[in-house]
Every structure is written in structure tokens, then in C-alpha cells.
């Protein structure tokens, strides 16, 4: 492999792990980002939707800008500003200063997610096989390191701005000098261009399987983020310090499964992988609504984390050019939009174990579009199809 694709490589992966770590900061330390701005409980809902609606925005401006800018270029601007858009928040005390920095974090993370998996996908294809679950895996090590940092900032009782500075401060420019290795890829590597290959009507119809599963996993994945530590506390009476424990043993399991994803998918194949990945993570959520007590429970979430890590890298990893990676990634944001209101609705309507039985039943579905992940199995799975190296330059 040459070596500037091993760098790209690299570099790539520093970017997924910076990512982590921002993102966490962010959404962990969301109770003191409440009481700095003094937001009610009906205003910090709105605040926090806004960001994944401008994340959408931002992903569909990328597929785009993408047709002129390299994805490289674009990442290696736009990870800086997600970067100060972090101590933007941290530092203001009026409601306007909190909507424009969220605003700005929004628009500028979905530019970023989908400029990082187009890079992601492109590498991939020079590899000839998988490697995008270990650029997952990276991020979901900085999700885990910025979970850590935002942990003990509140165990010490650090305002967001004496936390999120000096982590600023360190990642920002070592996402920066890493950009300088960012493989810049050819208009072949990045698929059809316009008016050129696969109509598109065709193919959007071709990619609405991915985008329901995508949609599928980020519901399961914001039940997690949302709902696993109240479950844990309200229905099977774990205490508040056991109700912190299901996230990070979901983080954990996350970096496992996709340390050793790409193994399994050059092993097996991207549909069994995939496939089993939907049956363990519907199984998580089945021991979750079954679960006679906490650590039963906790097991539960275990599975979910090793069940649903290795879908959404798959997904993208299907797509065949930019505009396919960058309309997926809208259905991230739709998915974890729709989680957390739809477990809460029906958990008020019925009862919240019956409300694991919804994103369980979604995860399942994903079962019915595997044959989408087939193409890719193809290519990666048993080494019959090999992208040549020439495709990114």
C-alpha cells in the first residue's frame, strides 16, 4: 500500500477520534449547560433538536460543495470550527449566545460526519478491504475519553469553559497538523459524476434500504444515549451511581465490536455481519424489557453495544459516491431525532419495557434490507472484486 494512503489513513483516524471526543463533551455536560443558561425544561428541548435539524442542513450542503472541493479540504476546515464551536458554548451566559454557538456546531458537525465517512469509504476502496469500523472505533474511543473528561470535570465541579477549553486547545490542532495527510481523491474515486452511471431516480431507490436501516440504528442508538440510565433507575430500581454504568459499558462494547468488526466483515462478509449485528442488538433490547433487575439489564445494554456497533459502519461503507455517503448521513440525525420522543411517548402511553420492544422490533426490520449490504460483501468479504489503488490520489 502506498504510503501516503497508509498516512491518509492515519490521519483519517485522528479525525474520527477528535470527533469522539468534541461530540461527548458535548451531549454528557448538557445538566450544566442547562443550569449556565438558565433554560427551562420545555426551552432546552428545542435547543437541543435544533442540532441535529442543522446537521442535516449541513450534511446536504456537503453533497453539494463536494462537487467542487475535494472531502478533504472540507474536513480539514471544517473540524476546527466544530472544535471552537465547543468553548463558543461554553463561554456565553445569555440564550442568544447558546443558539448561535449550537447552530454553528450543528451546521458544522453534519458537514464534518460526512465529509469524514466520504474520506472513510474512499480509503476503504484503496484498501480493497474493510477498514471503516476501525475509523468507528476510533471515534467511539475519543467518546469514551471525552465521557471520562466530562465525568471528572463534574466530579470536581469545573464550569464547561475551564473543561472544554483546554481540551480545545489540545485536539483542535492535532486535528489540524494531522489534515495535513488527508488523502485528496480523484473525481474517479468519488463515483459518477453528474449526468453520468446510474439515474437518479434509480439510484435513489437503490439507496432507500440503507437509509431506513441507518434510520433503524440511531433510534436504537439515541434509546441508549437517552433512556438507558433513567430505565435503569425508575424501572428496574438500580441506584443513581449503577445508573451511570449502562452508557459506559455501551461505549465500551462499541469499541470492542468495532475493533474487531473489519476482521469480521473480511472473514464473513458484510451481510452476515451485519445480519448477526441486527439479531444480537434486538436481543439486547428483548433482555432490557425482560430484565428482572438492574445488572440483568445492565447485560442488556452489553449486547445493544455489540450489536449495533458494526451496522452504521456498514452503511456507509455500502455507499457507491459522496452524494450517497451525505444523504445517508442525513438519516442519522433522523433516526436519533425520532428515538428519543418515540420510547417516551409510547413509555408514557403503555409502559417504558414495552417501549423497548419498538426499537428493538426497528432493529429486527434491518433484517428484511441485509441483500443492500451484498455488493459490498462482494467487493470486501472474499476478496474477488479489488478497487485499485489508482481510484484515490
Not at 473528561?149 to 466530579?155: D, K, N, Q, T, V
Request: glycine share 12%; net charge positive.
Amino acid at each position: 500500500m502506498p504510503s501516503h494512503i497508509r498516512h491518509g489513513r492515519l490521519a483519517l483516524t485522528v479525525s474520527f477520534c477528535v470527533q469522539g471526543v468534541v461530540f461527548a463533551l458535548l451531549v454528557t455536560r448538557i445538566p450544566a449547560l442547562k443550569e449556565q443558561y438558565g433554560m427551562s425544561d420545555g426551552l432546552l428541548p428545542v435547543f437541543l433538536a435544533a442540532v441535529p435539524v442543522l446537521a442535516g442542513v449541513g450534511s446536504v450542503v456537503t453533497e453539494r460543495l463536494v462537487r467542487r472541493v475535494p472531502p478533504a479540504y472540507v474536513l480539514r476546515w471544517v473540524q476546527p470550527v466544530v472544535c471552537l464551536a465547543l468553548p463558543a458554548v461554553a463561554l456565553g451566559d445569555r440564550l442568544w449566545q447558546a443558539a448561535c454557538g449550537l447552530g454553528v456546531f450543528g451546521l458544522a458537525v453534519g458537514a464534518l460526519d460526512a465529509s469524514m465517512n466520504m474520506l472513510g469509504v474512499s480509503l476503504q476502496r484503496a484498501y480493497g478491504r474493510s477498514i471503516m469500523l476501525g475509523f468507528h472505533a476510533a471515534y467511539s474511543l475519543g467518546g469514551i475519553v471525552g465521557a471520562s473528561l466530562a465525568w471528572l470535570g463534574a466530579h470536581q465541579g469545573l464550569s464547561l469553559a475551564r473543561l472544554d477549553v483546554p481540551v480545545v486547545a489540545v485536539v483542535m490542532p492535532a486535528a489540524f497538523v494531522a489534515s495535513r495527510w488527508y488523502v485528496v481523491r480523484t473525481a474517479e474515486a468519488a463515483g459518477p459524476g453528474p449526468g453520468q452511471g446510474t439515474s437518479a431516480p434509480r439510484a435513489a431507490r437503490g439507496l432507500l434500504p440503507l437509509c431506513f436501516v441507518m434510520t433503524f440504528a440511531y433510534i436504537g442508538d439515541s434509546t441508549v444515549s437517552n433512556w438507558s440510565a433513567t430505565y435503569l433507575h425508575s424501572v428496574l430500581h438500580g441506584s443513581e451511581q449503577l445508573a451511570t454504568v449502562p452508557y459506559n459499558v455501551y461505549m465500551a462494547t462499541t469499541l470492542v465490536g468495532r475493533s474487531l468488526g473489519d476482521l469480521a466483515v473480511r472473514r464473513f462478509g458484510a451481510v452476515a455481519v451485519v445480519r448477526a449485528g441486527a439479531v444480537v442488538a434486538a436481543g439486547g433490547f428483548a433482555v432490557v424489557a425482560a430484565a428482572p433487575g438492574a445488572w440483568v439489564g445492565i447485560g442488556g445494554f452489553t449486547l445493544l453495544g455489540i450489536g449495533l456497533c458494526v451496522i452504521v459502519p456498514q452503511i456507509f461503507a455500502a455507499a457507491e459516491d459522496d452524494a450517497a455517503v451525505a444523504r445517508l448521513n442525513v438519516f442519522n440525525y433522523v433516526g436519533f431525532l425520532l428515538g428519543s420522543p418515540l420510547v417516551g411517548a409510547v413509555g408514557e402511553a403503555w409502559s417504558y419495557r414495552g417501549a423497548m420492544c419498538v426499537p428493538m422490533t426497528l432493529v429486527l426490520a434491518t433484517l428484511l434490507y441485509v441483500r443492500s449490504f451484498g455488493v459490498l460483501s462482494d467487493r470486501y468479504g472474499d476478496g474477488h472484486e479489488r478497487p485499485r489503488t489508482a481510484d484515490v490520489g
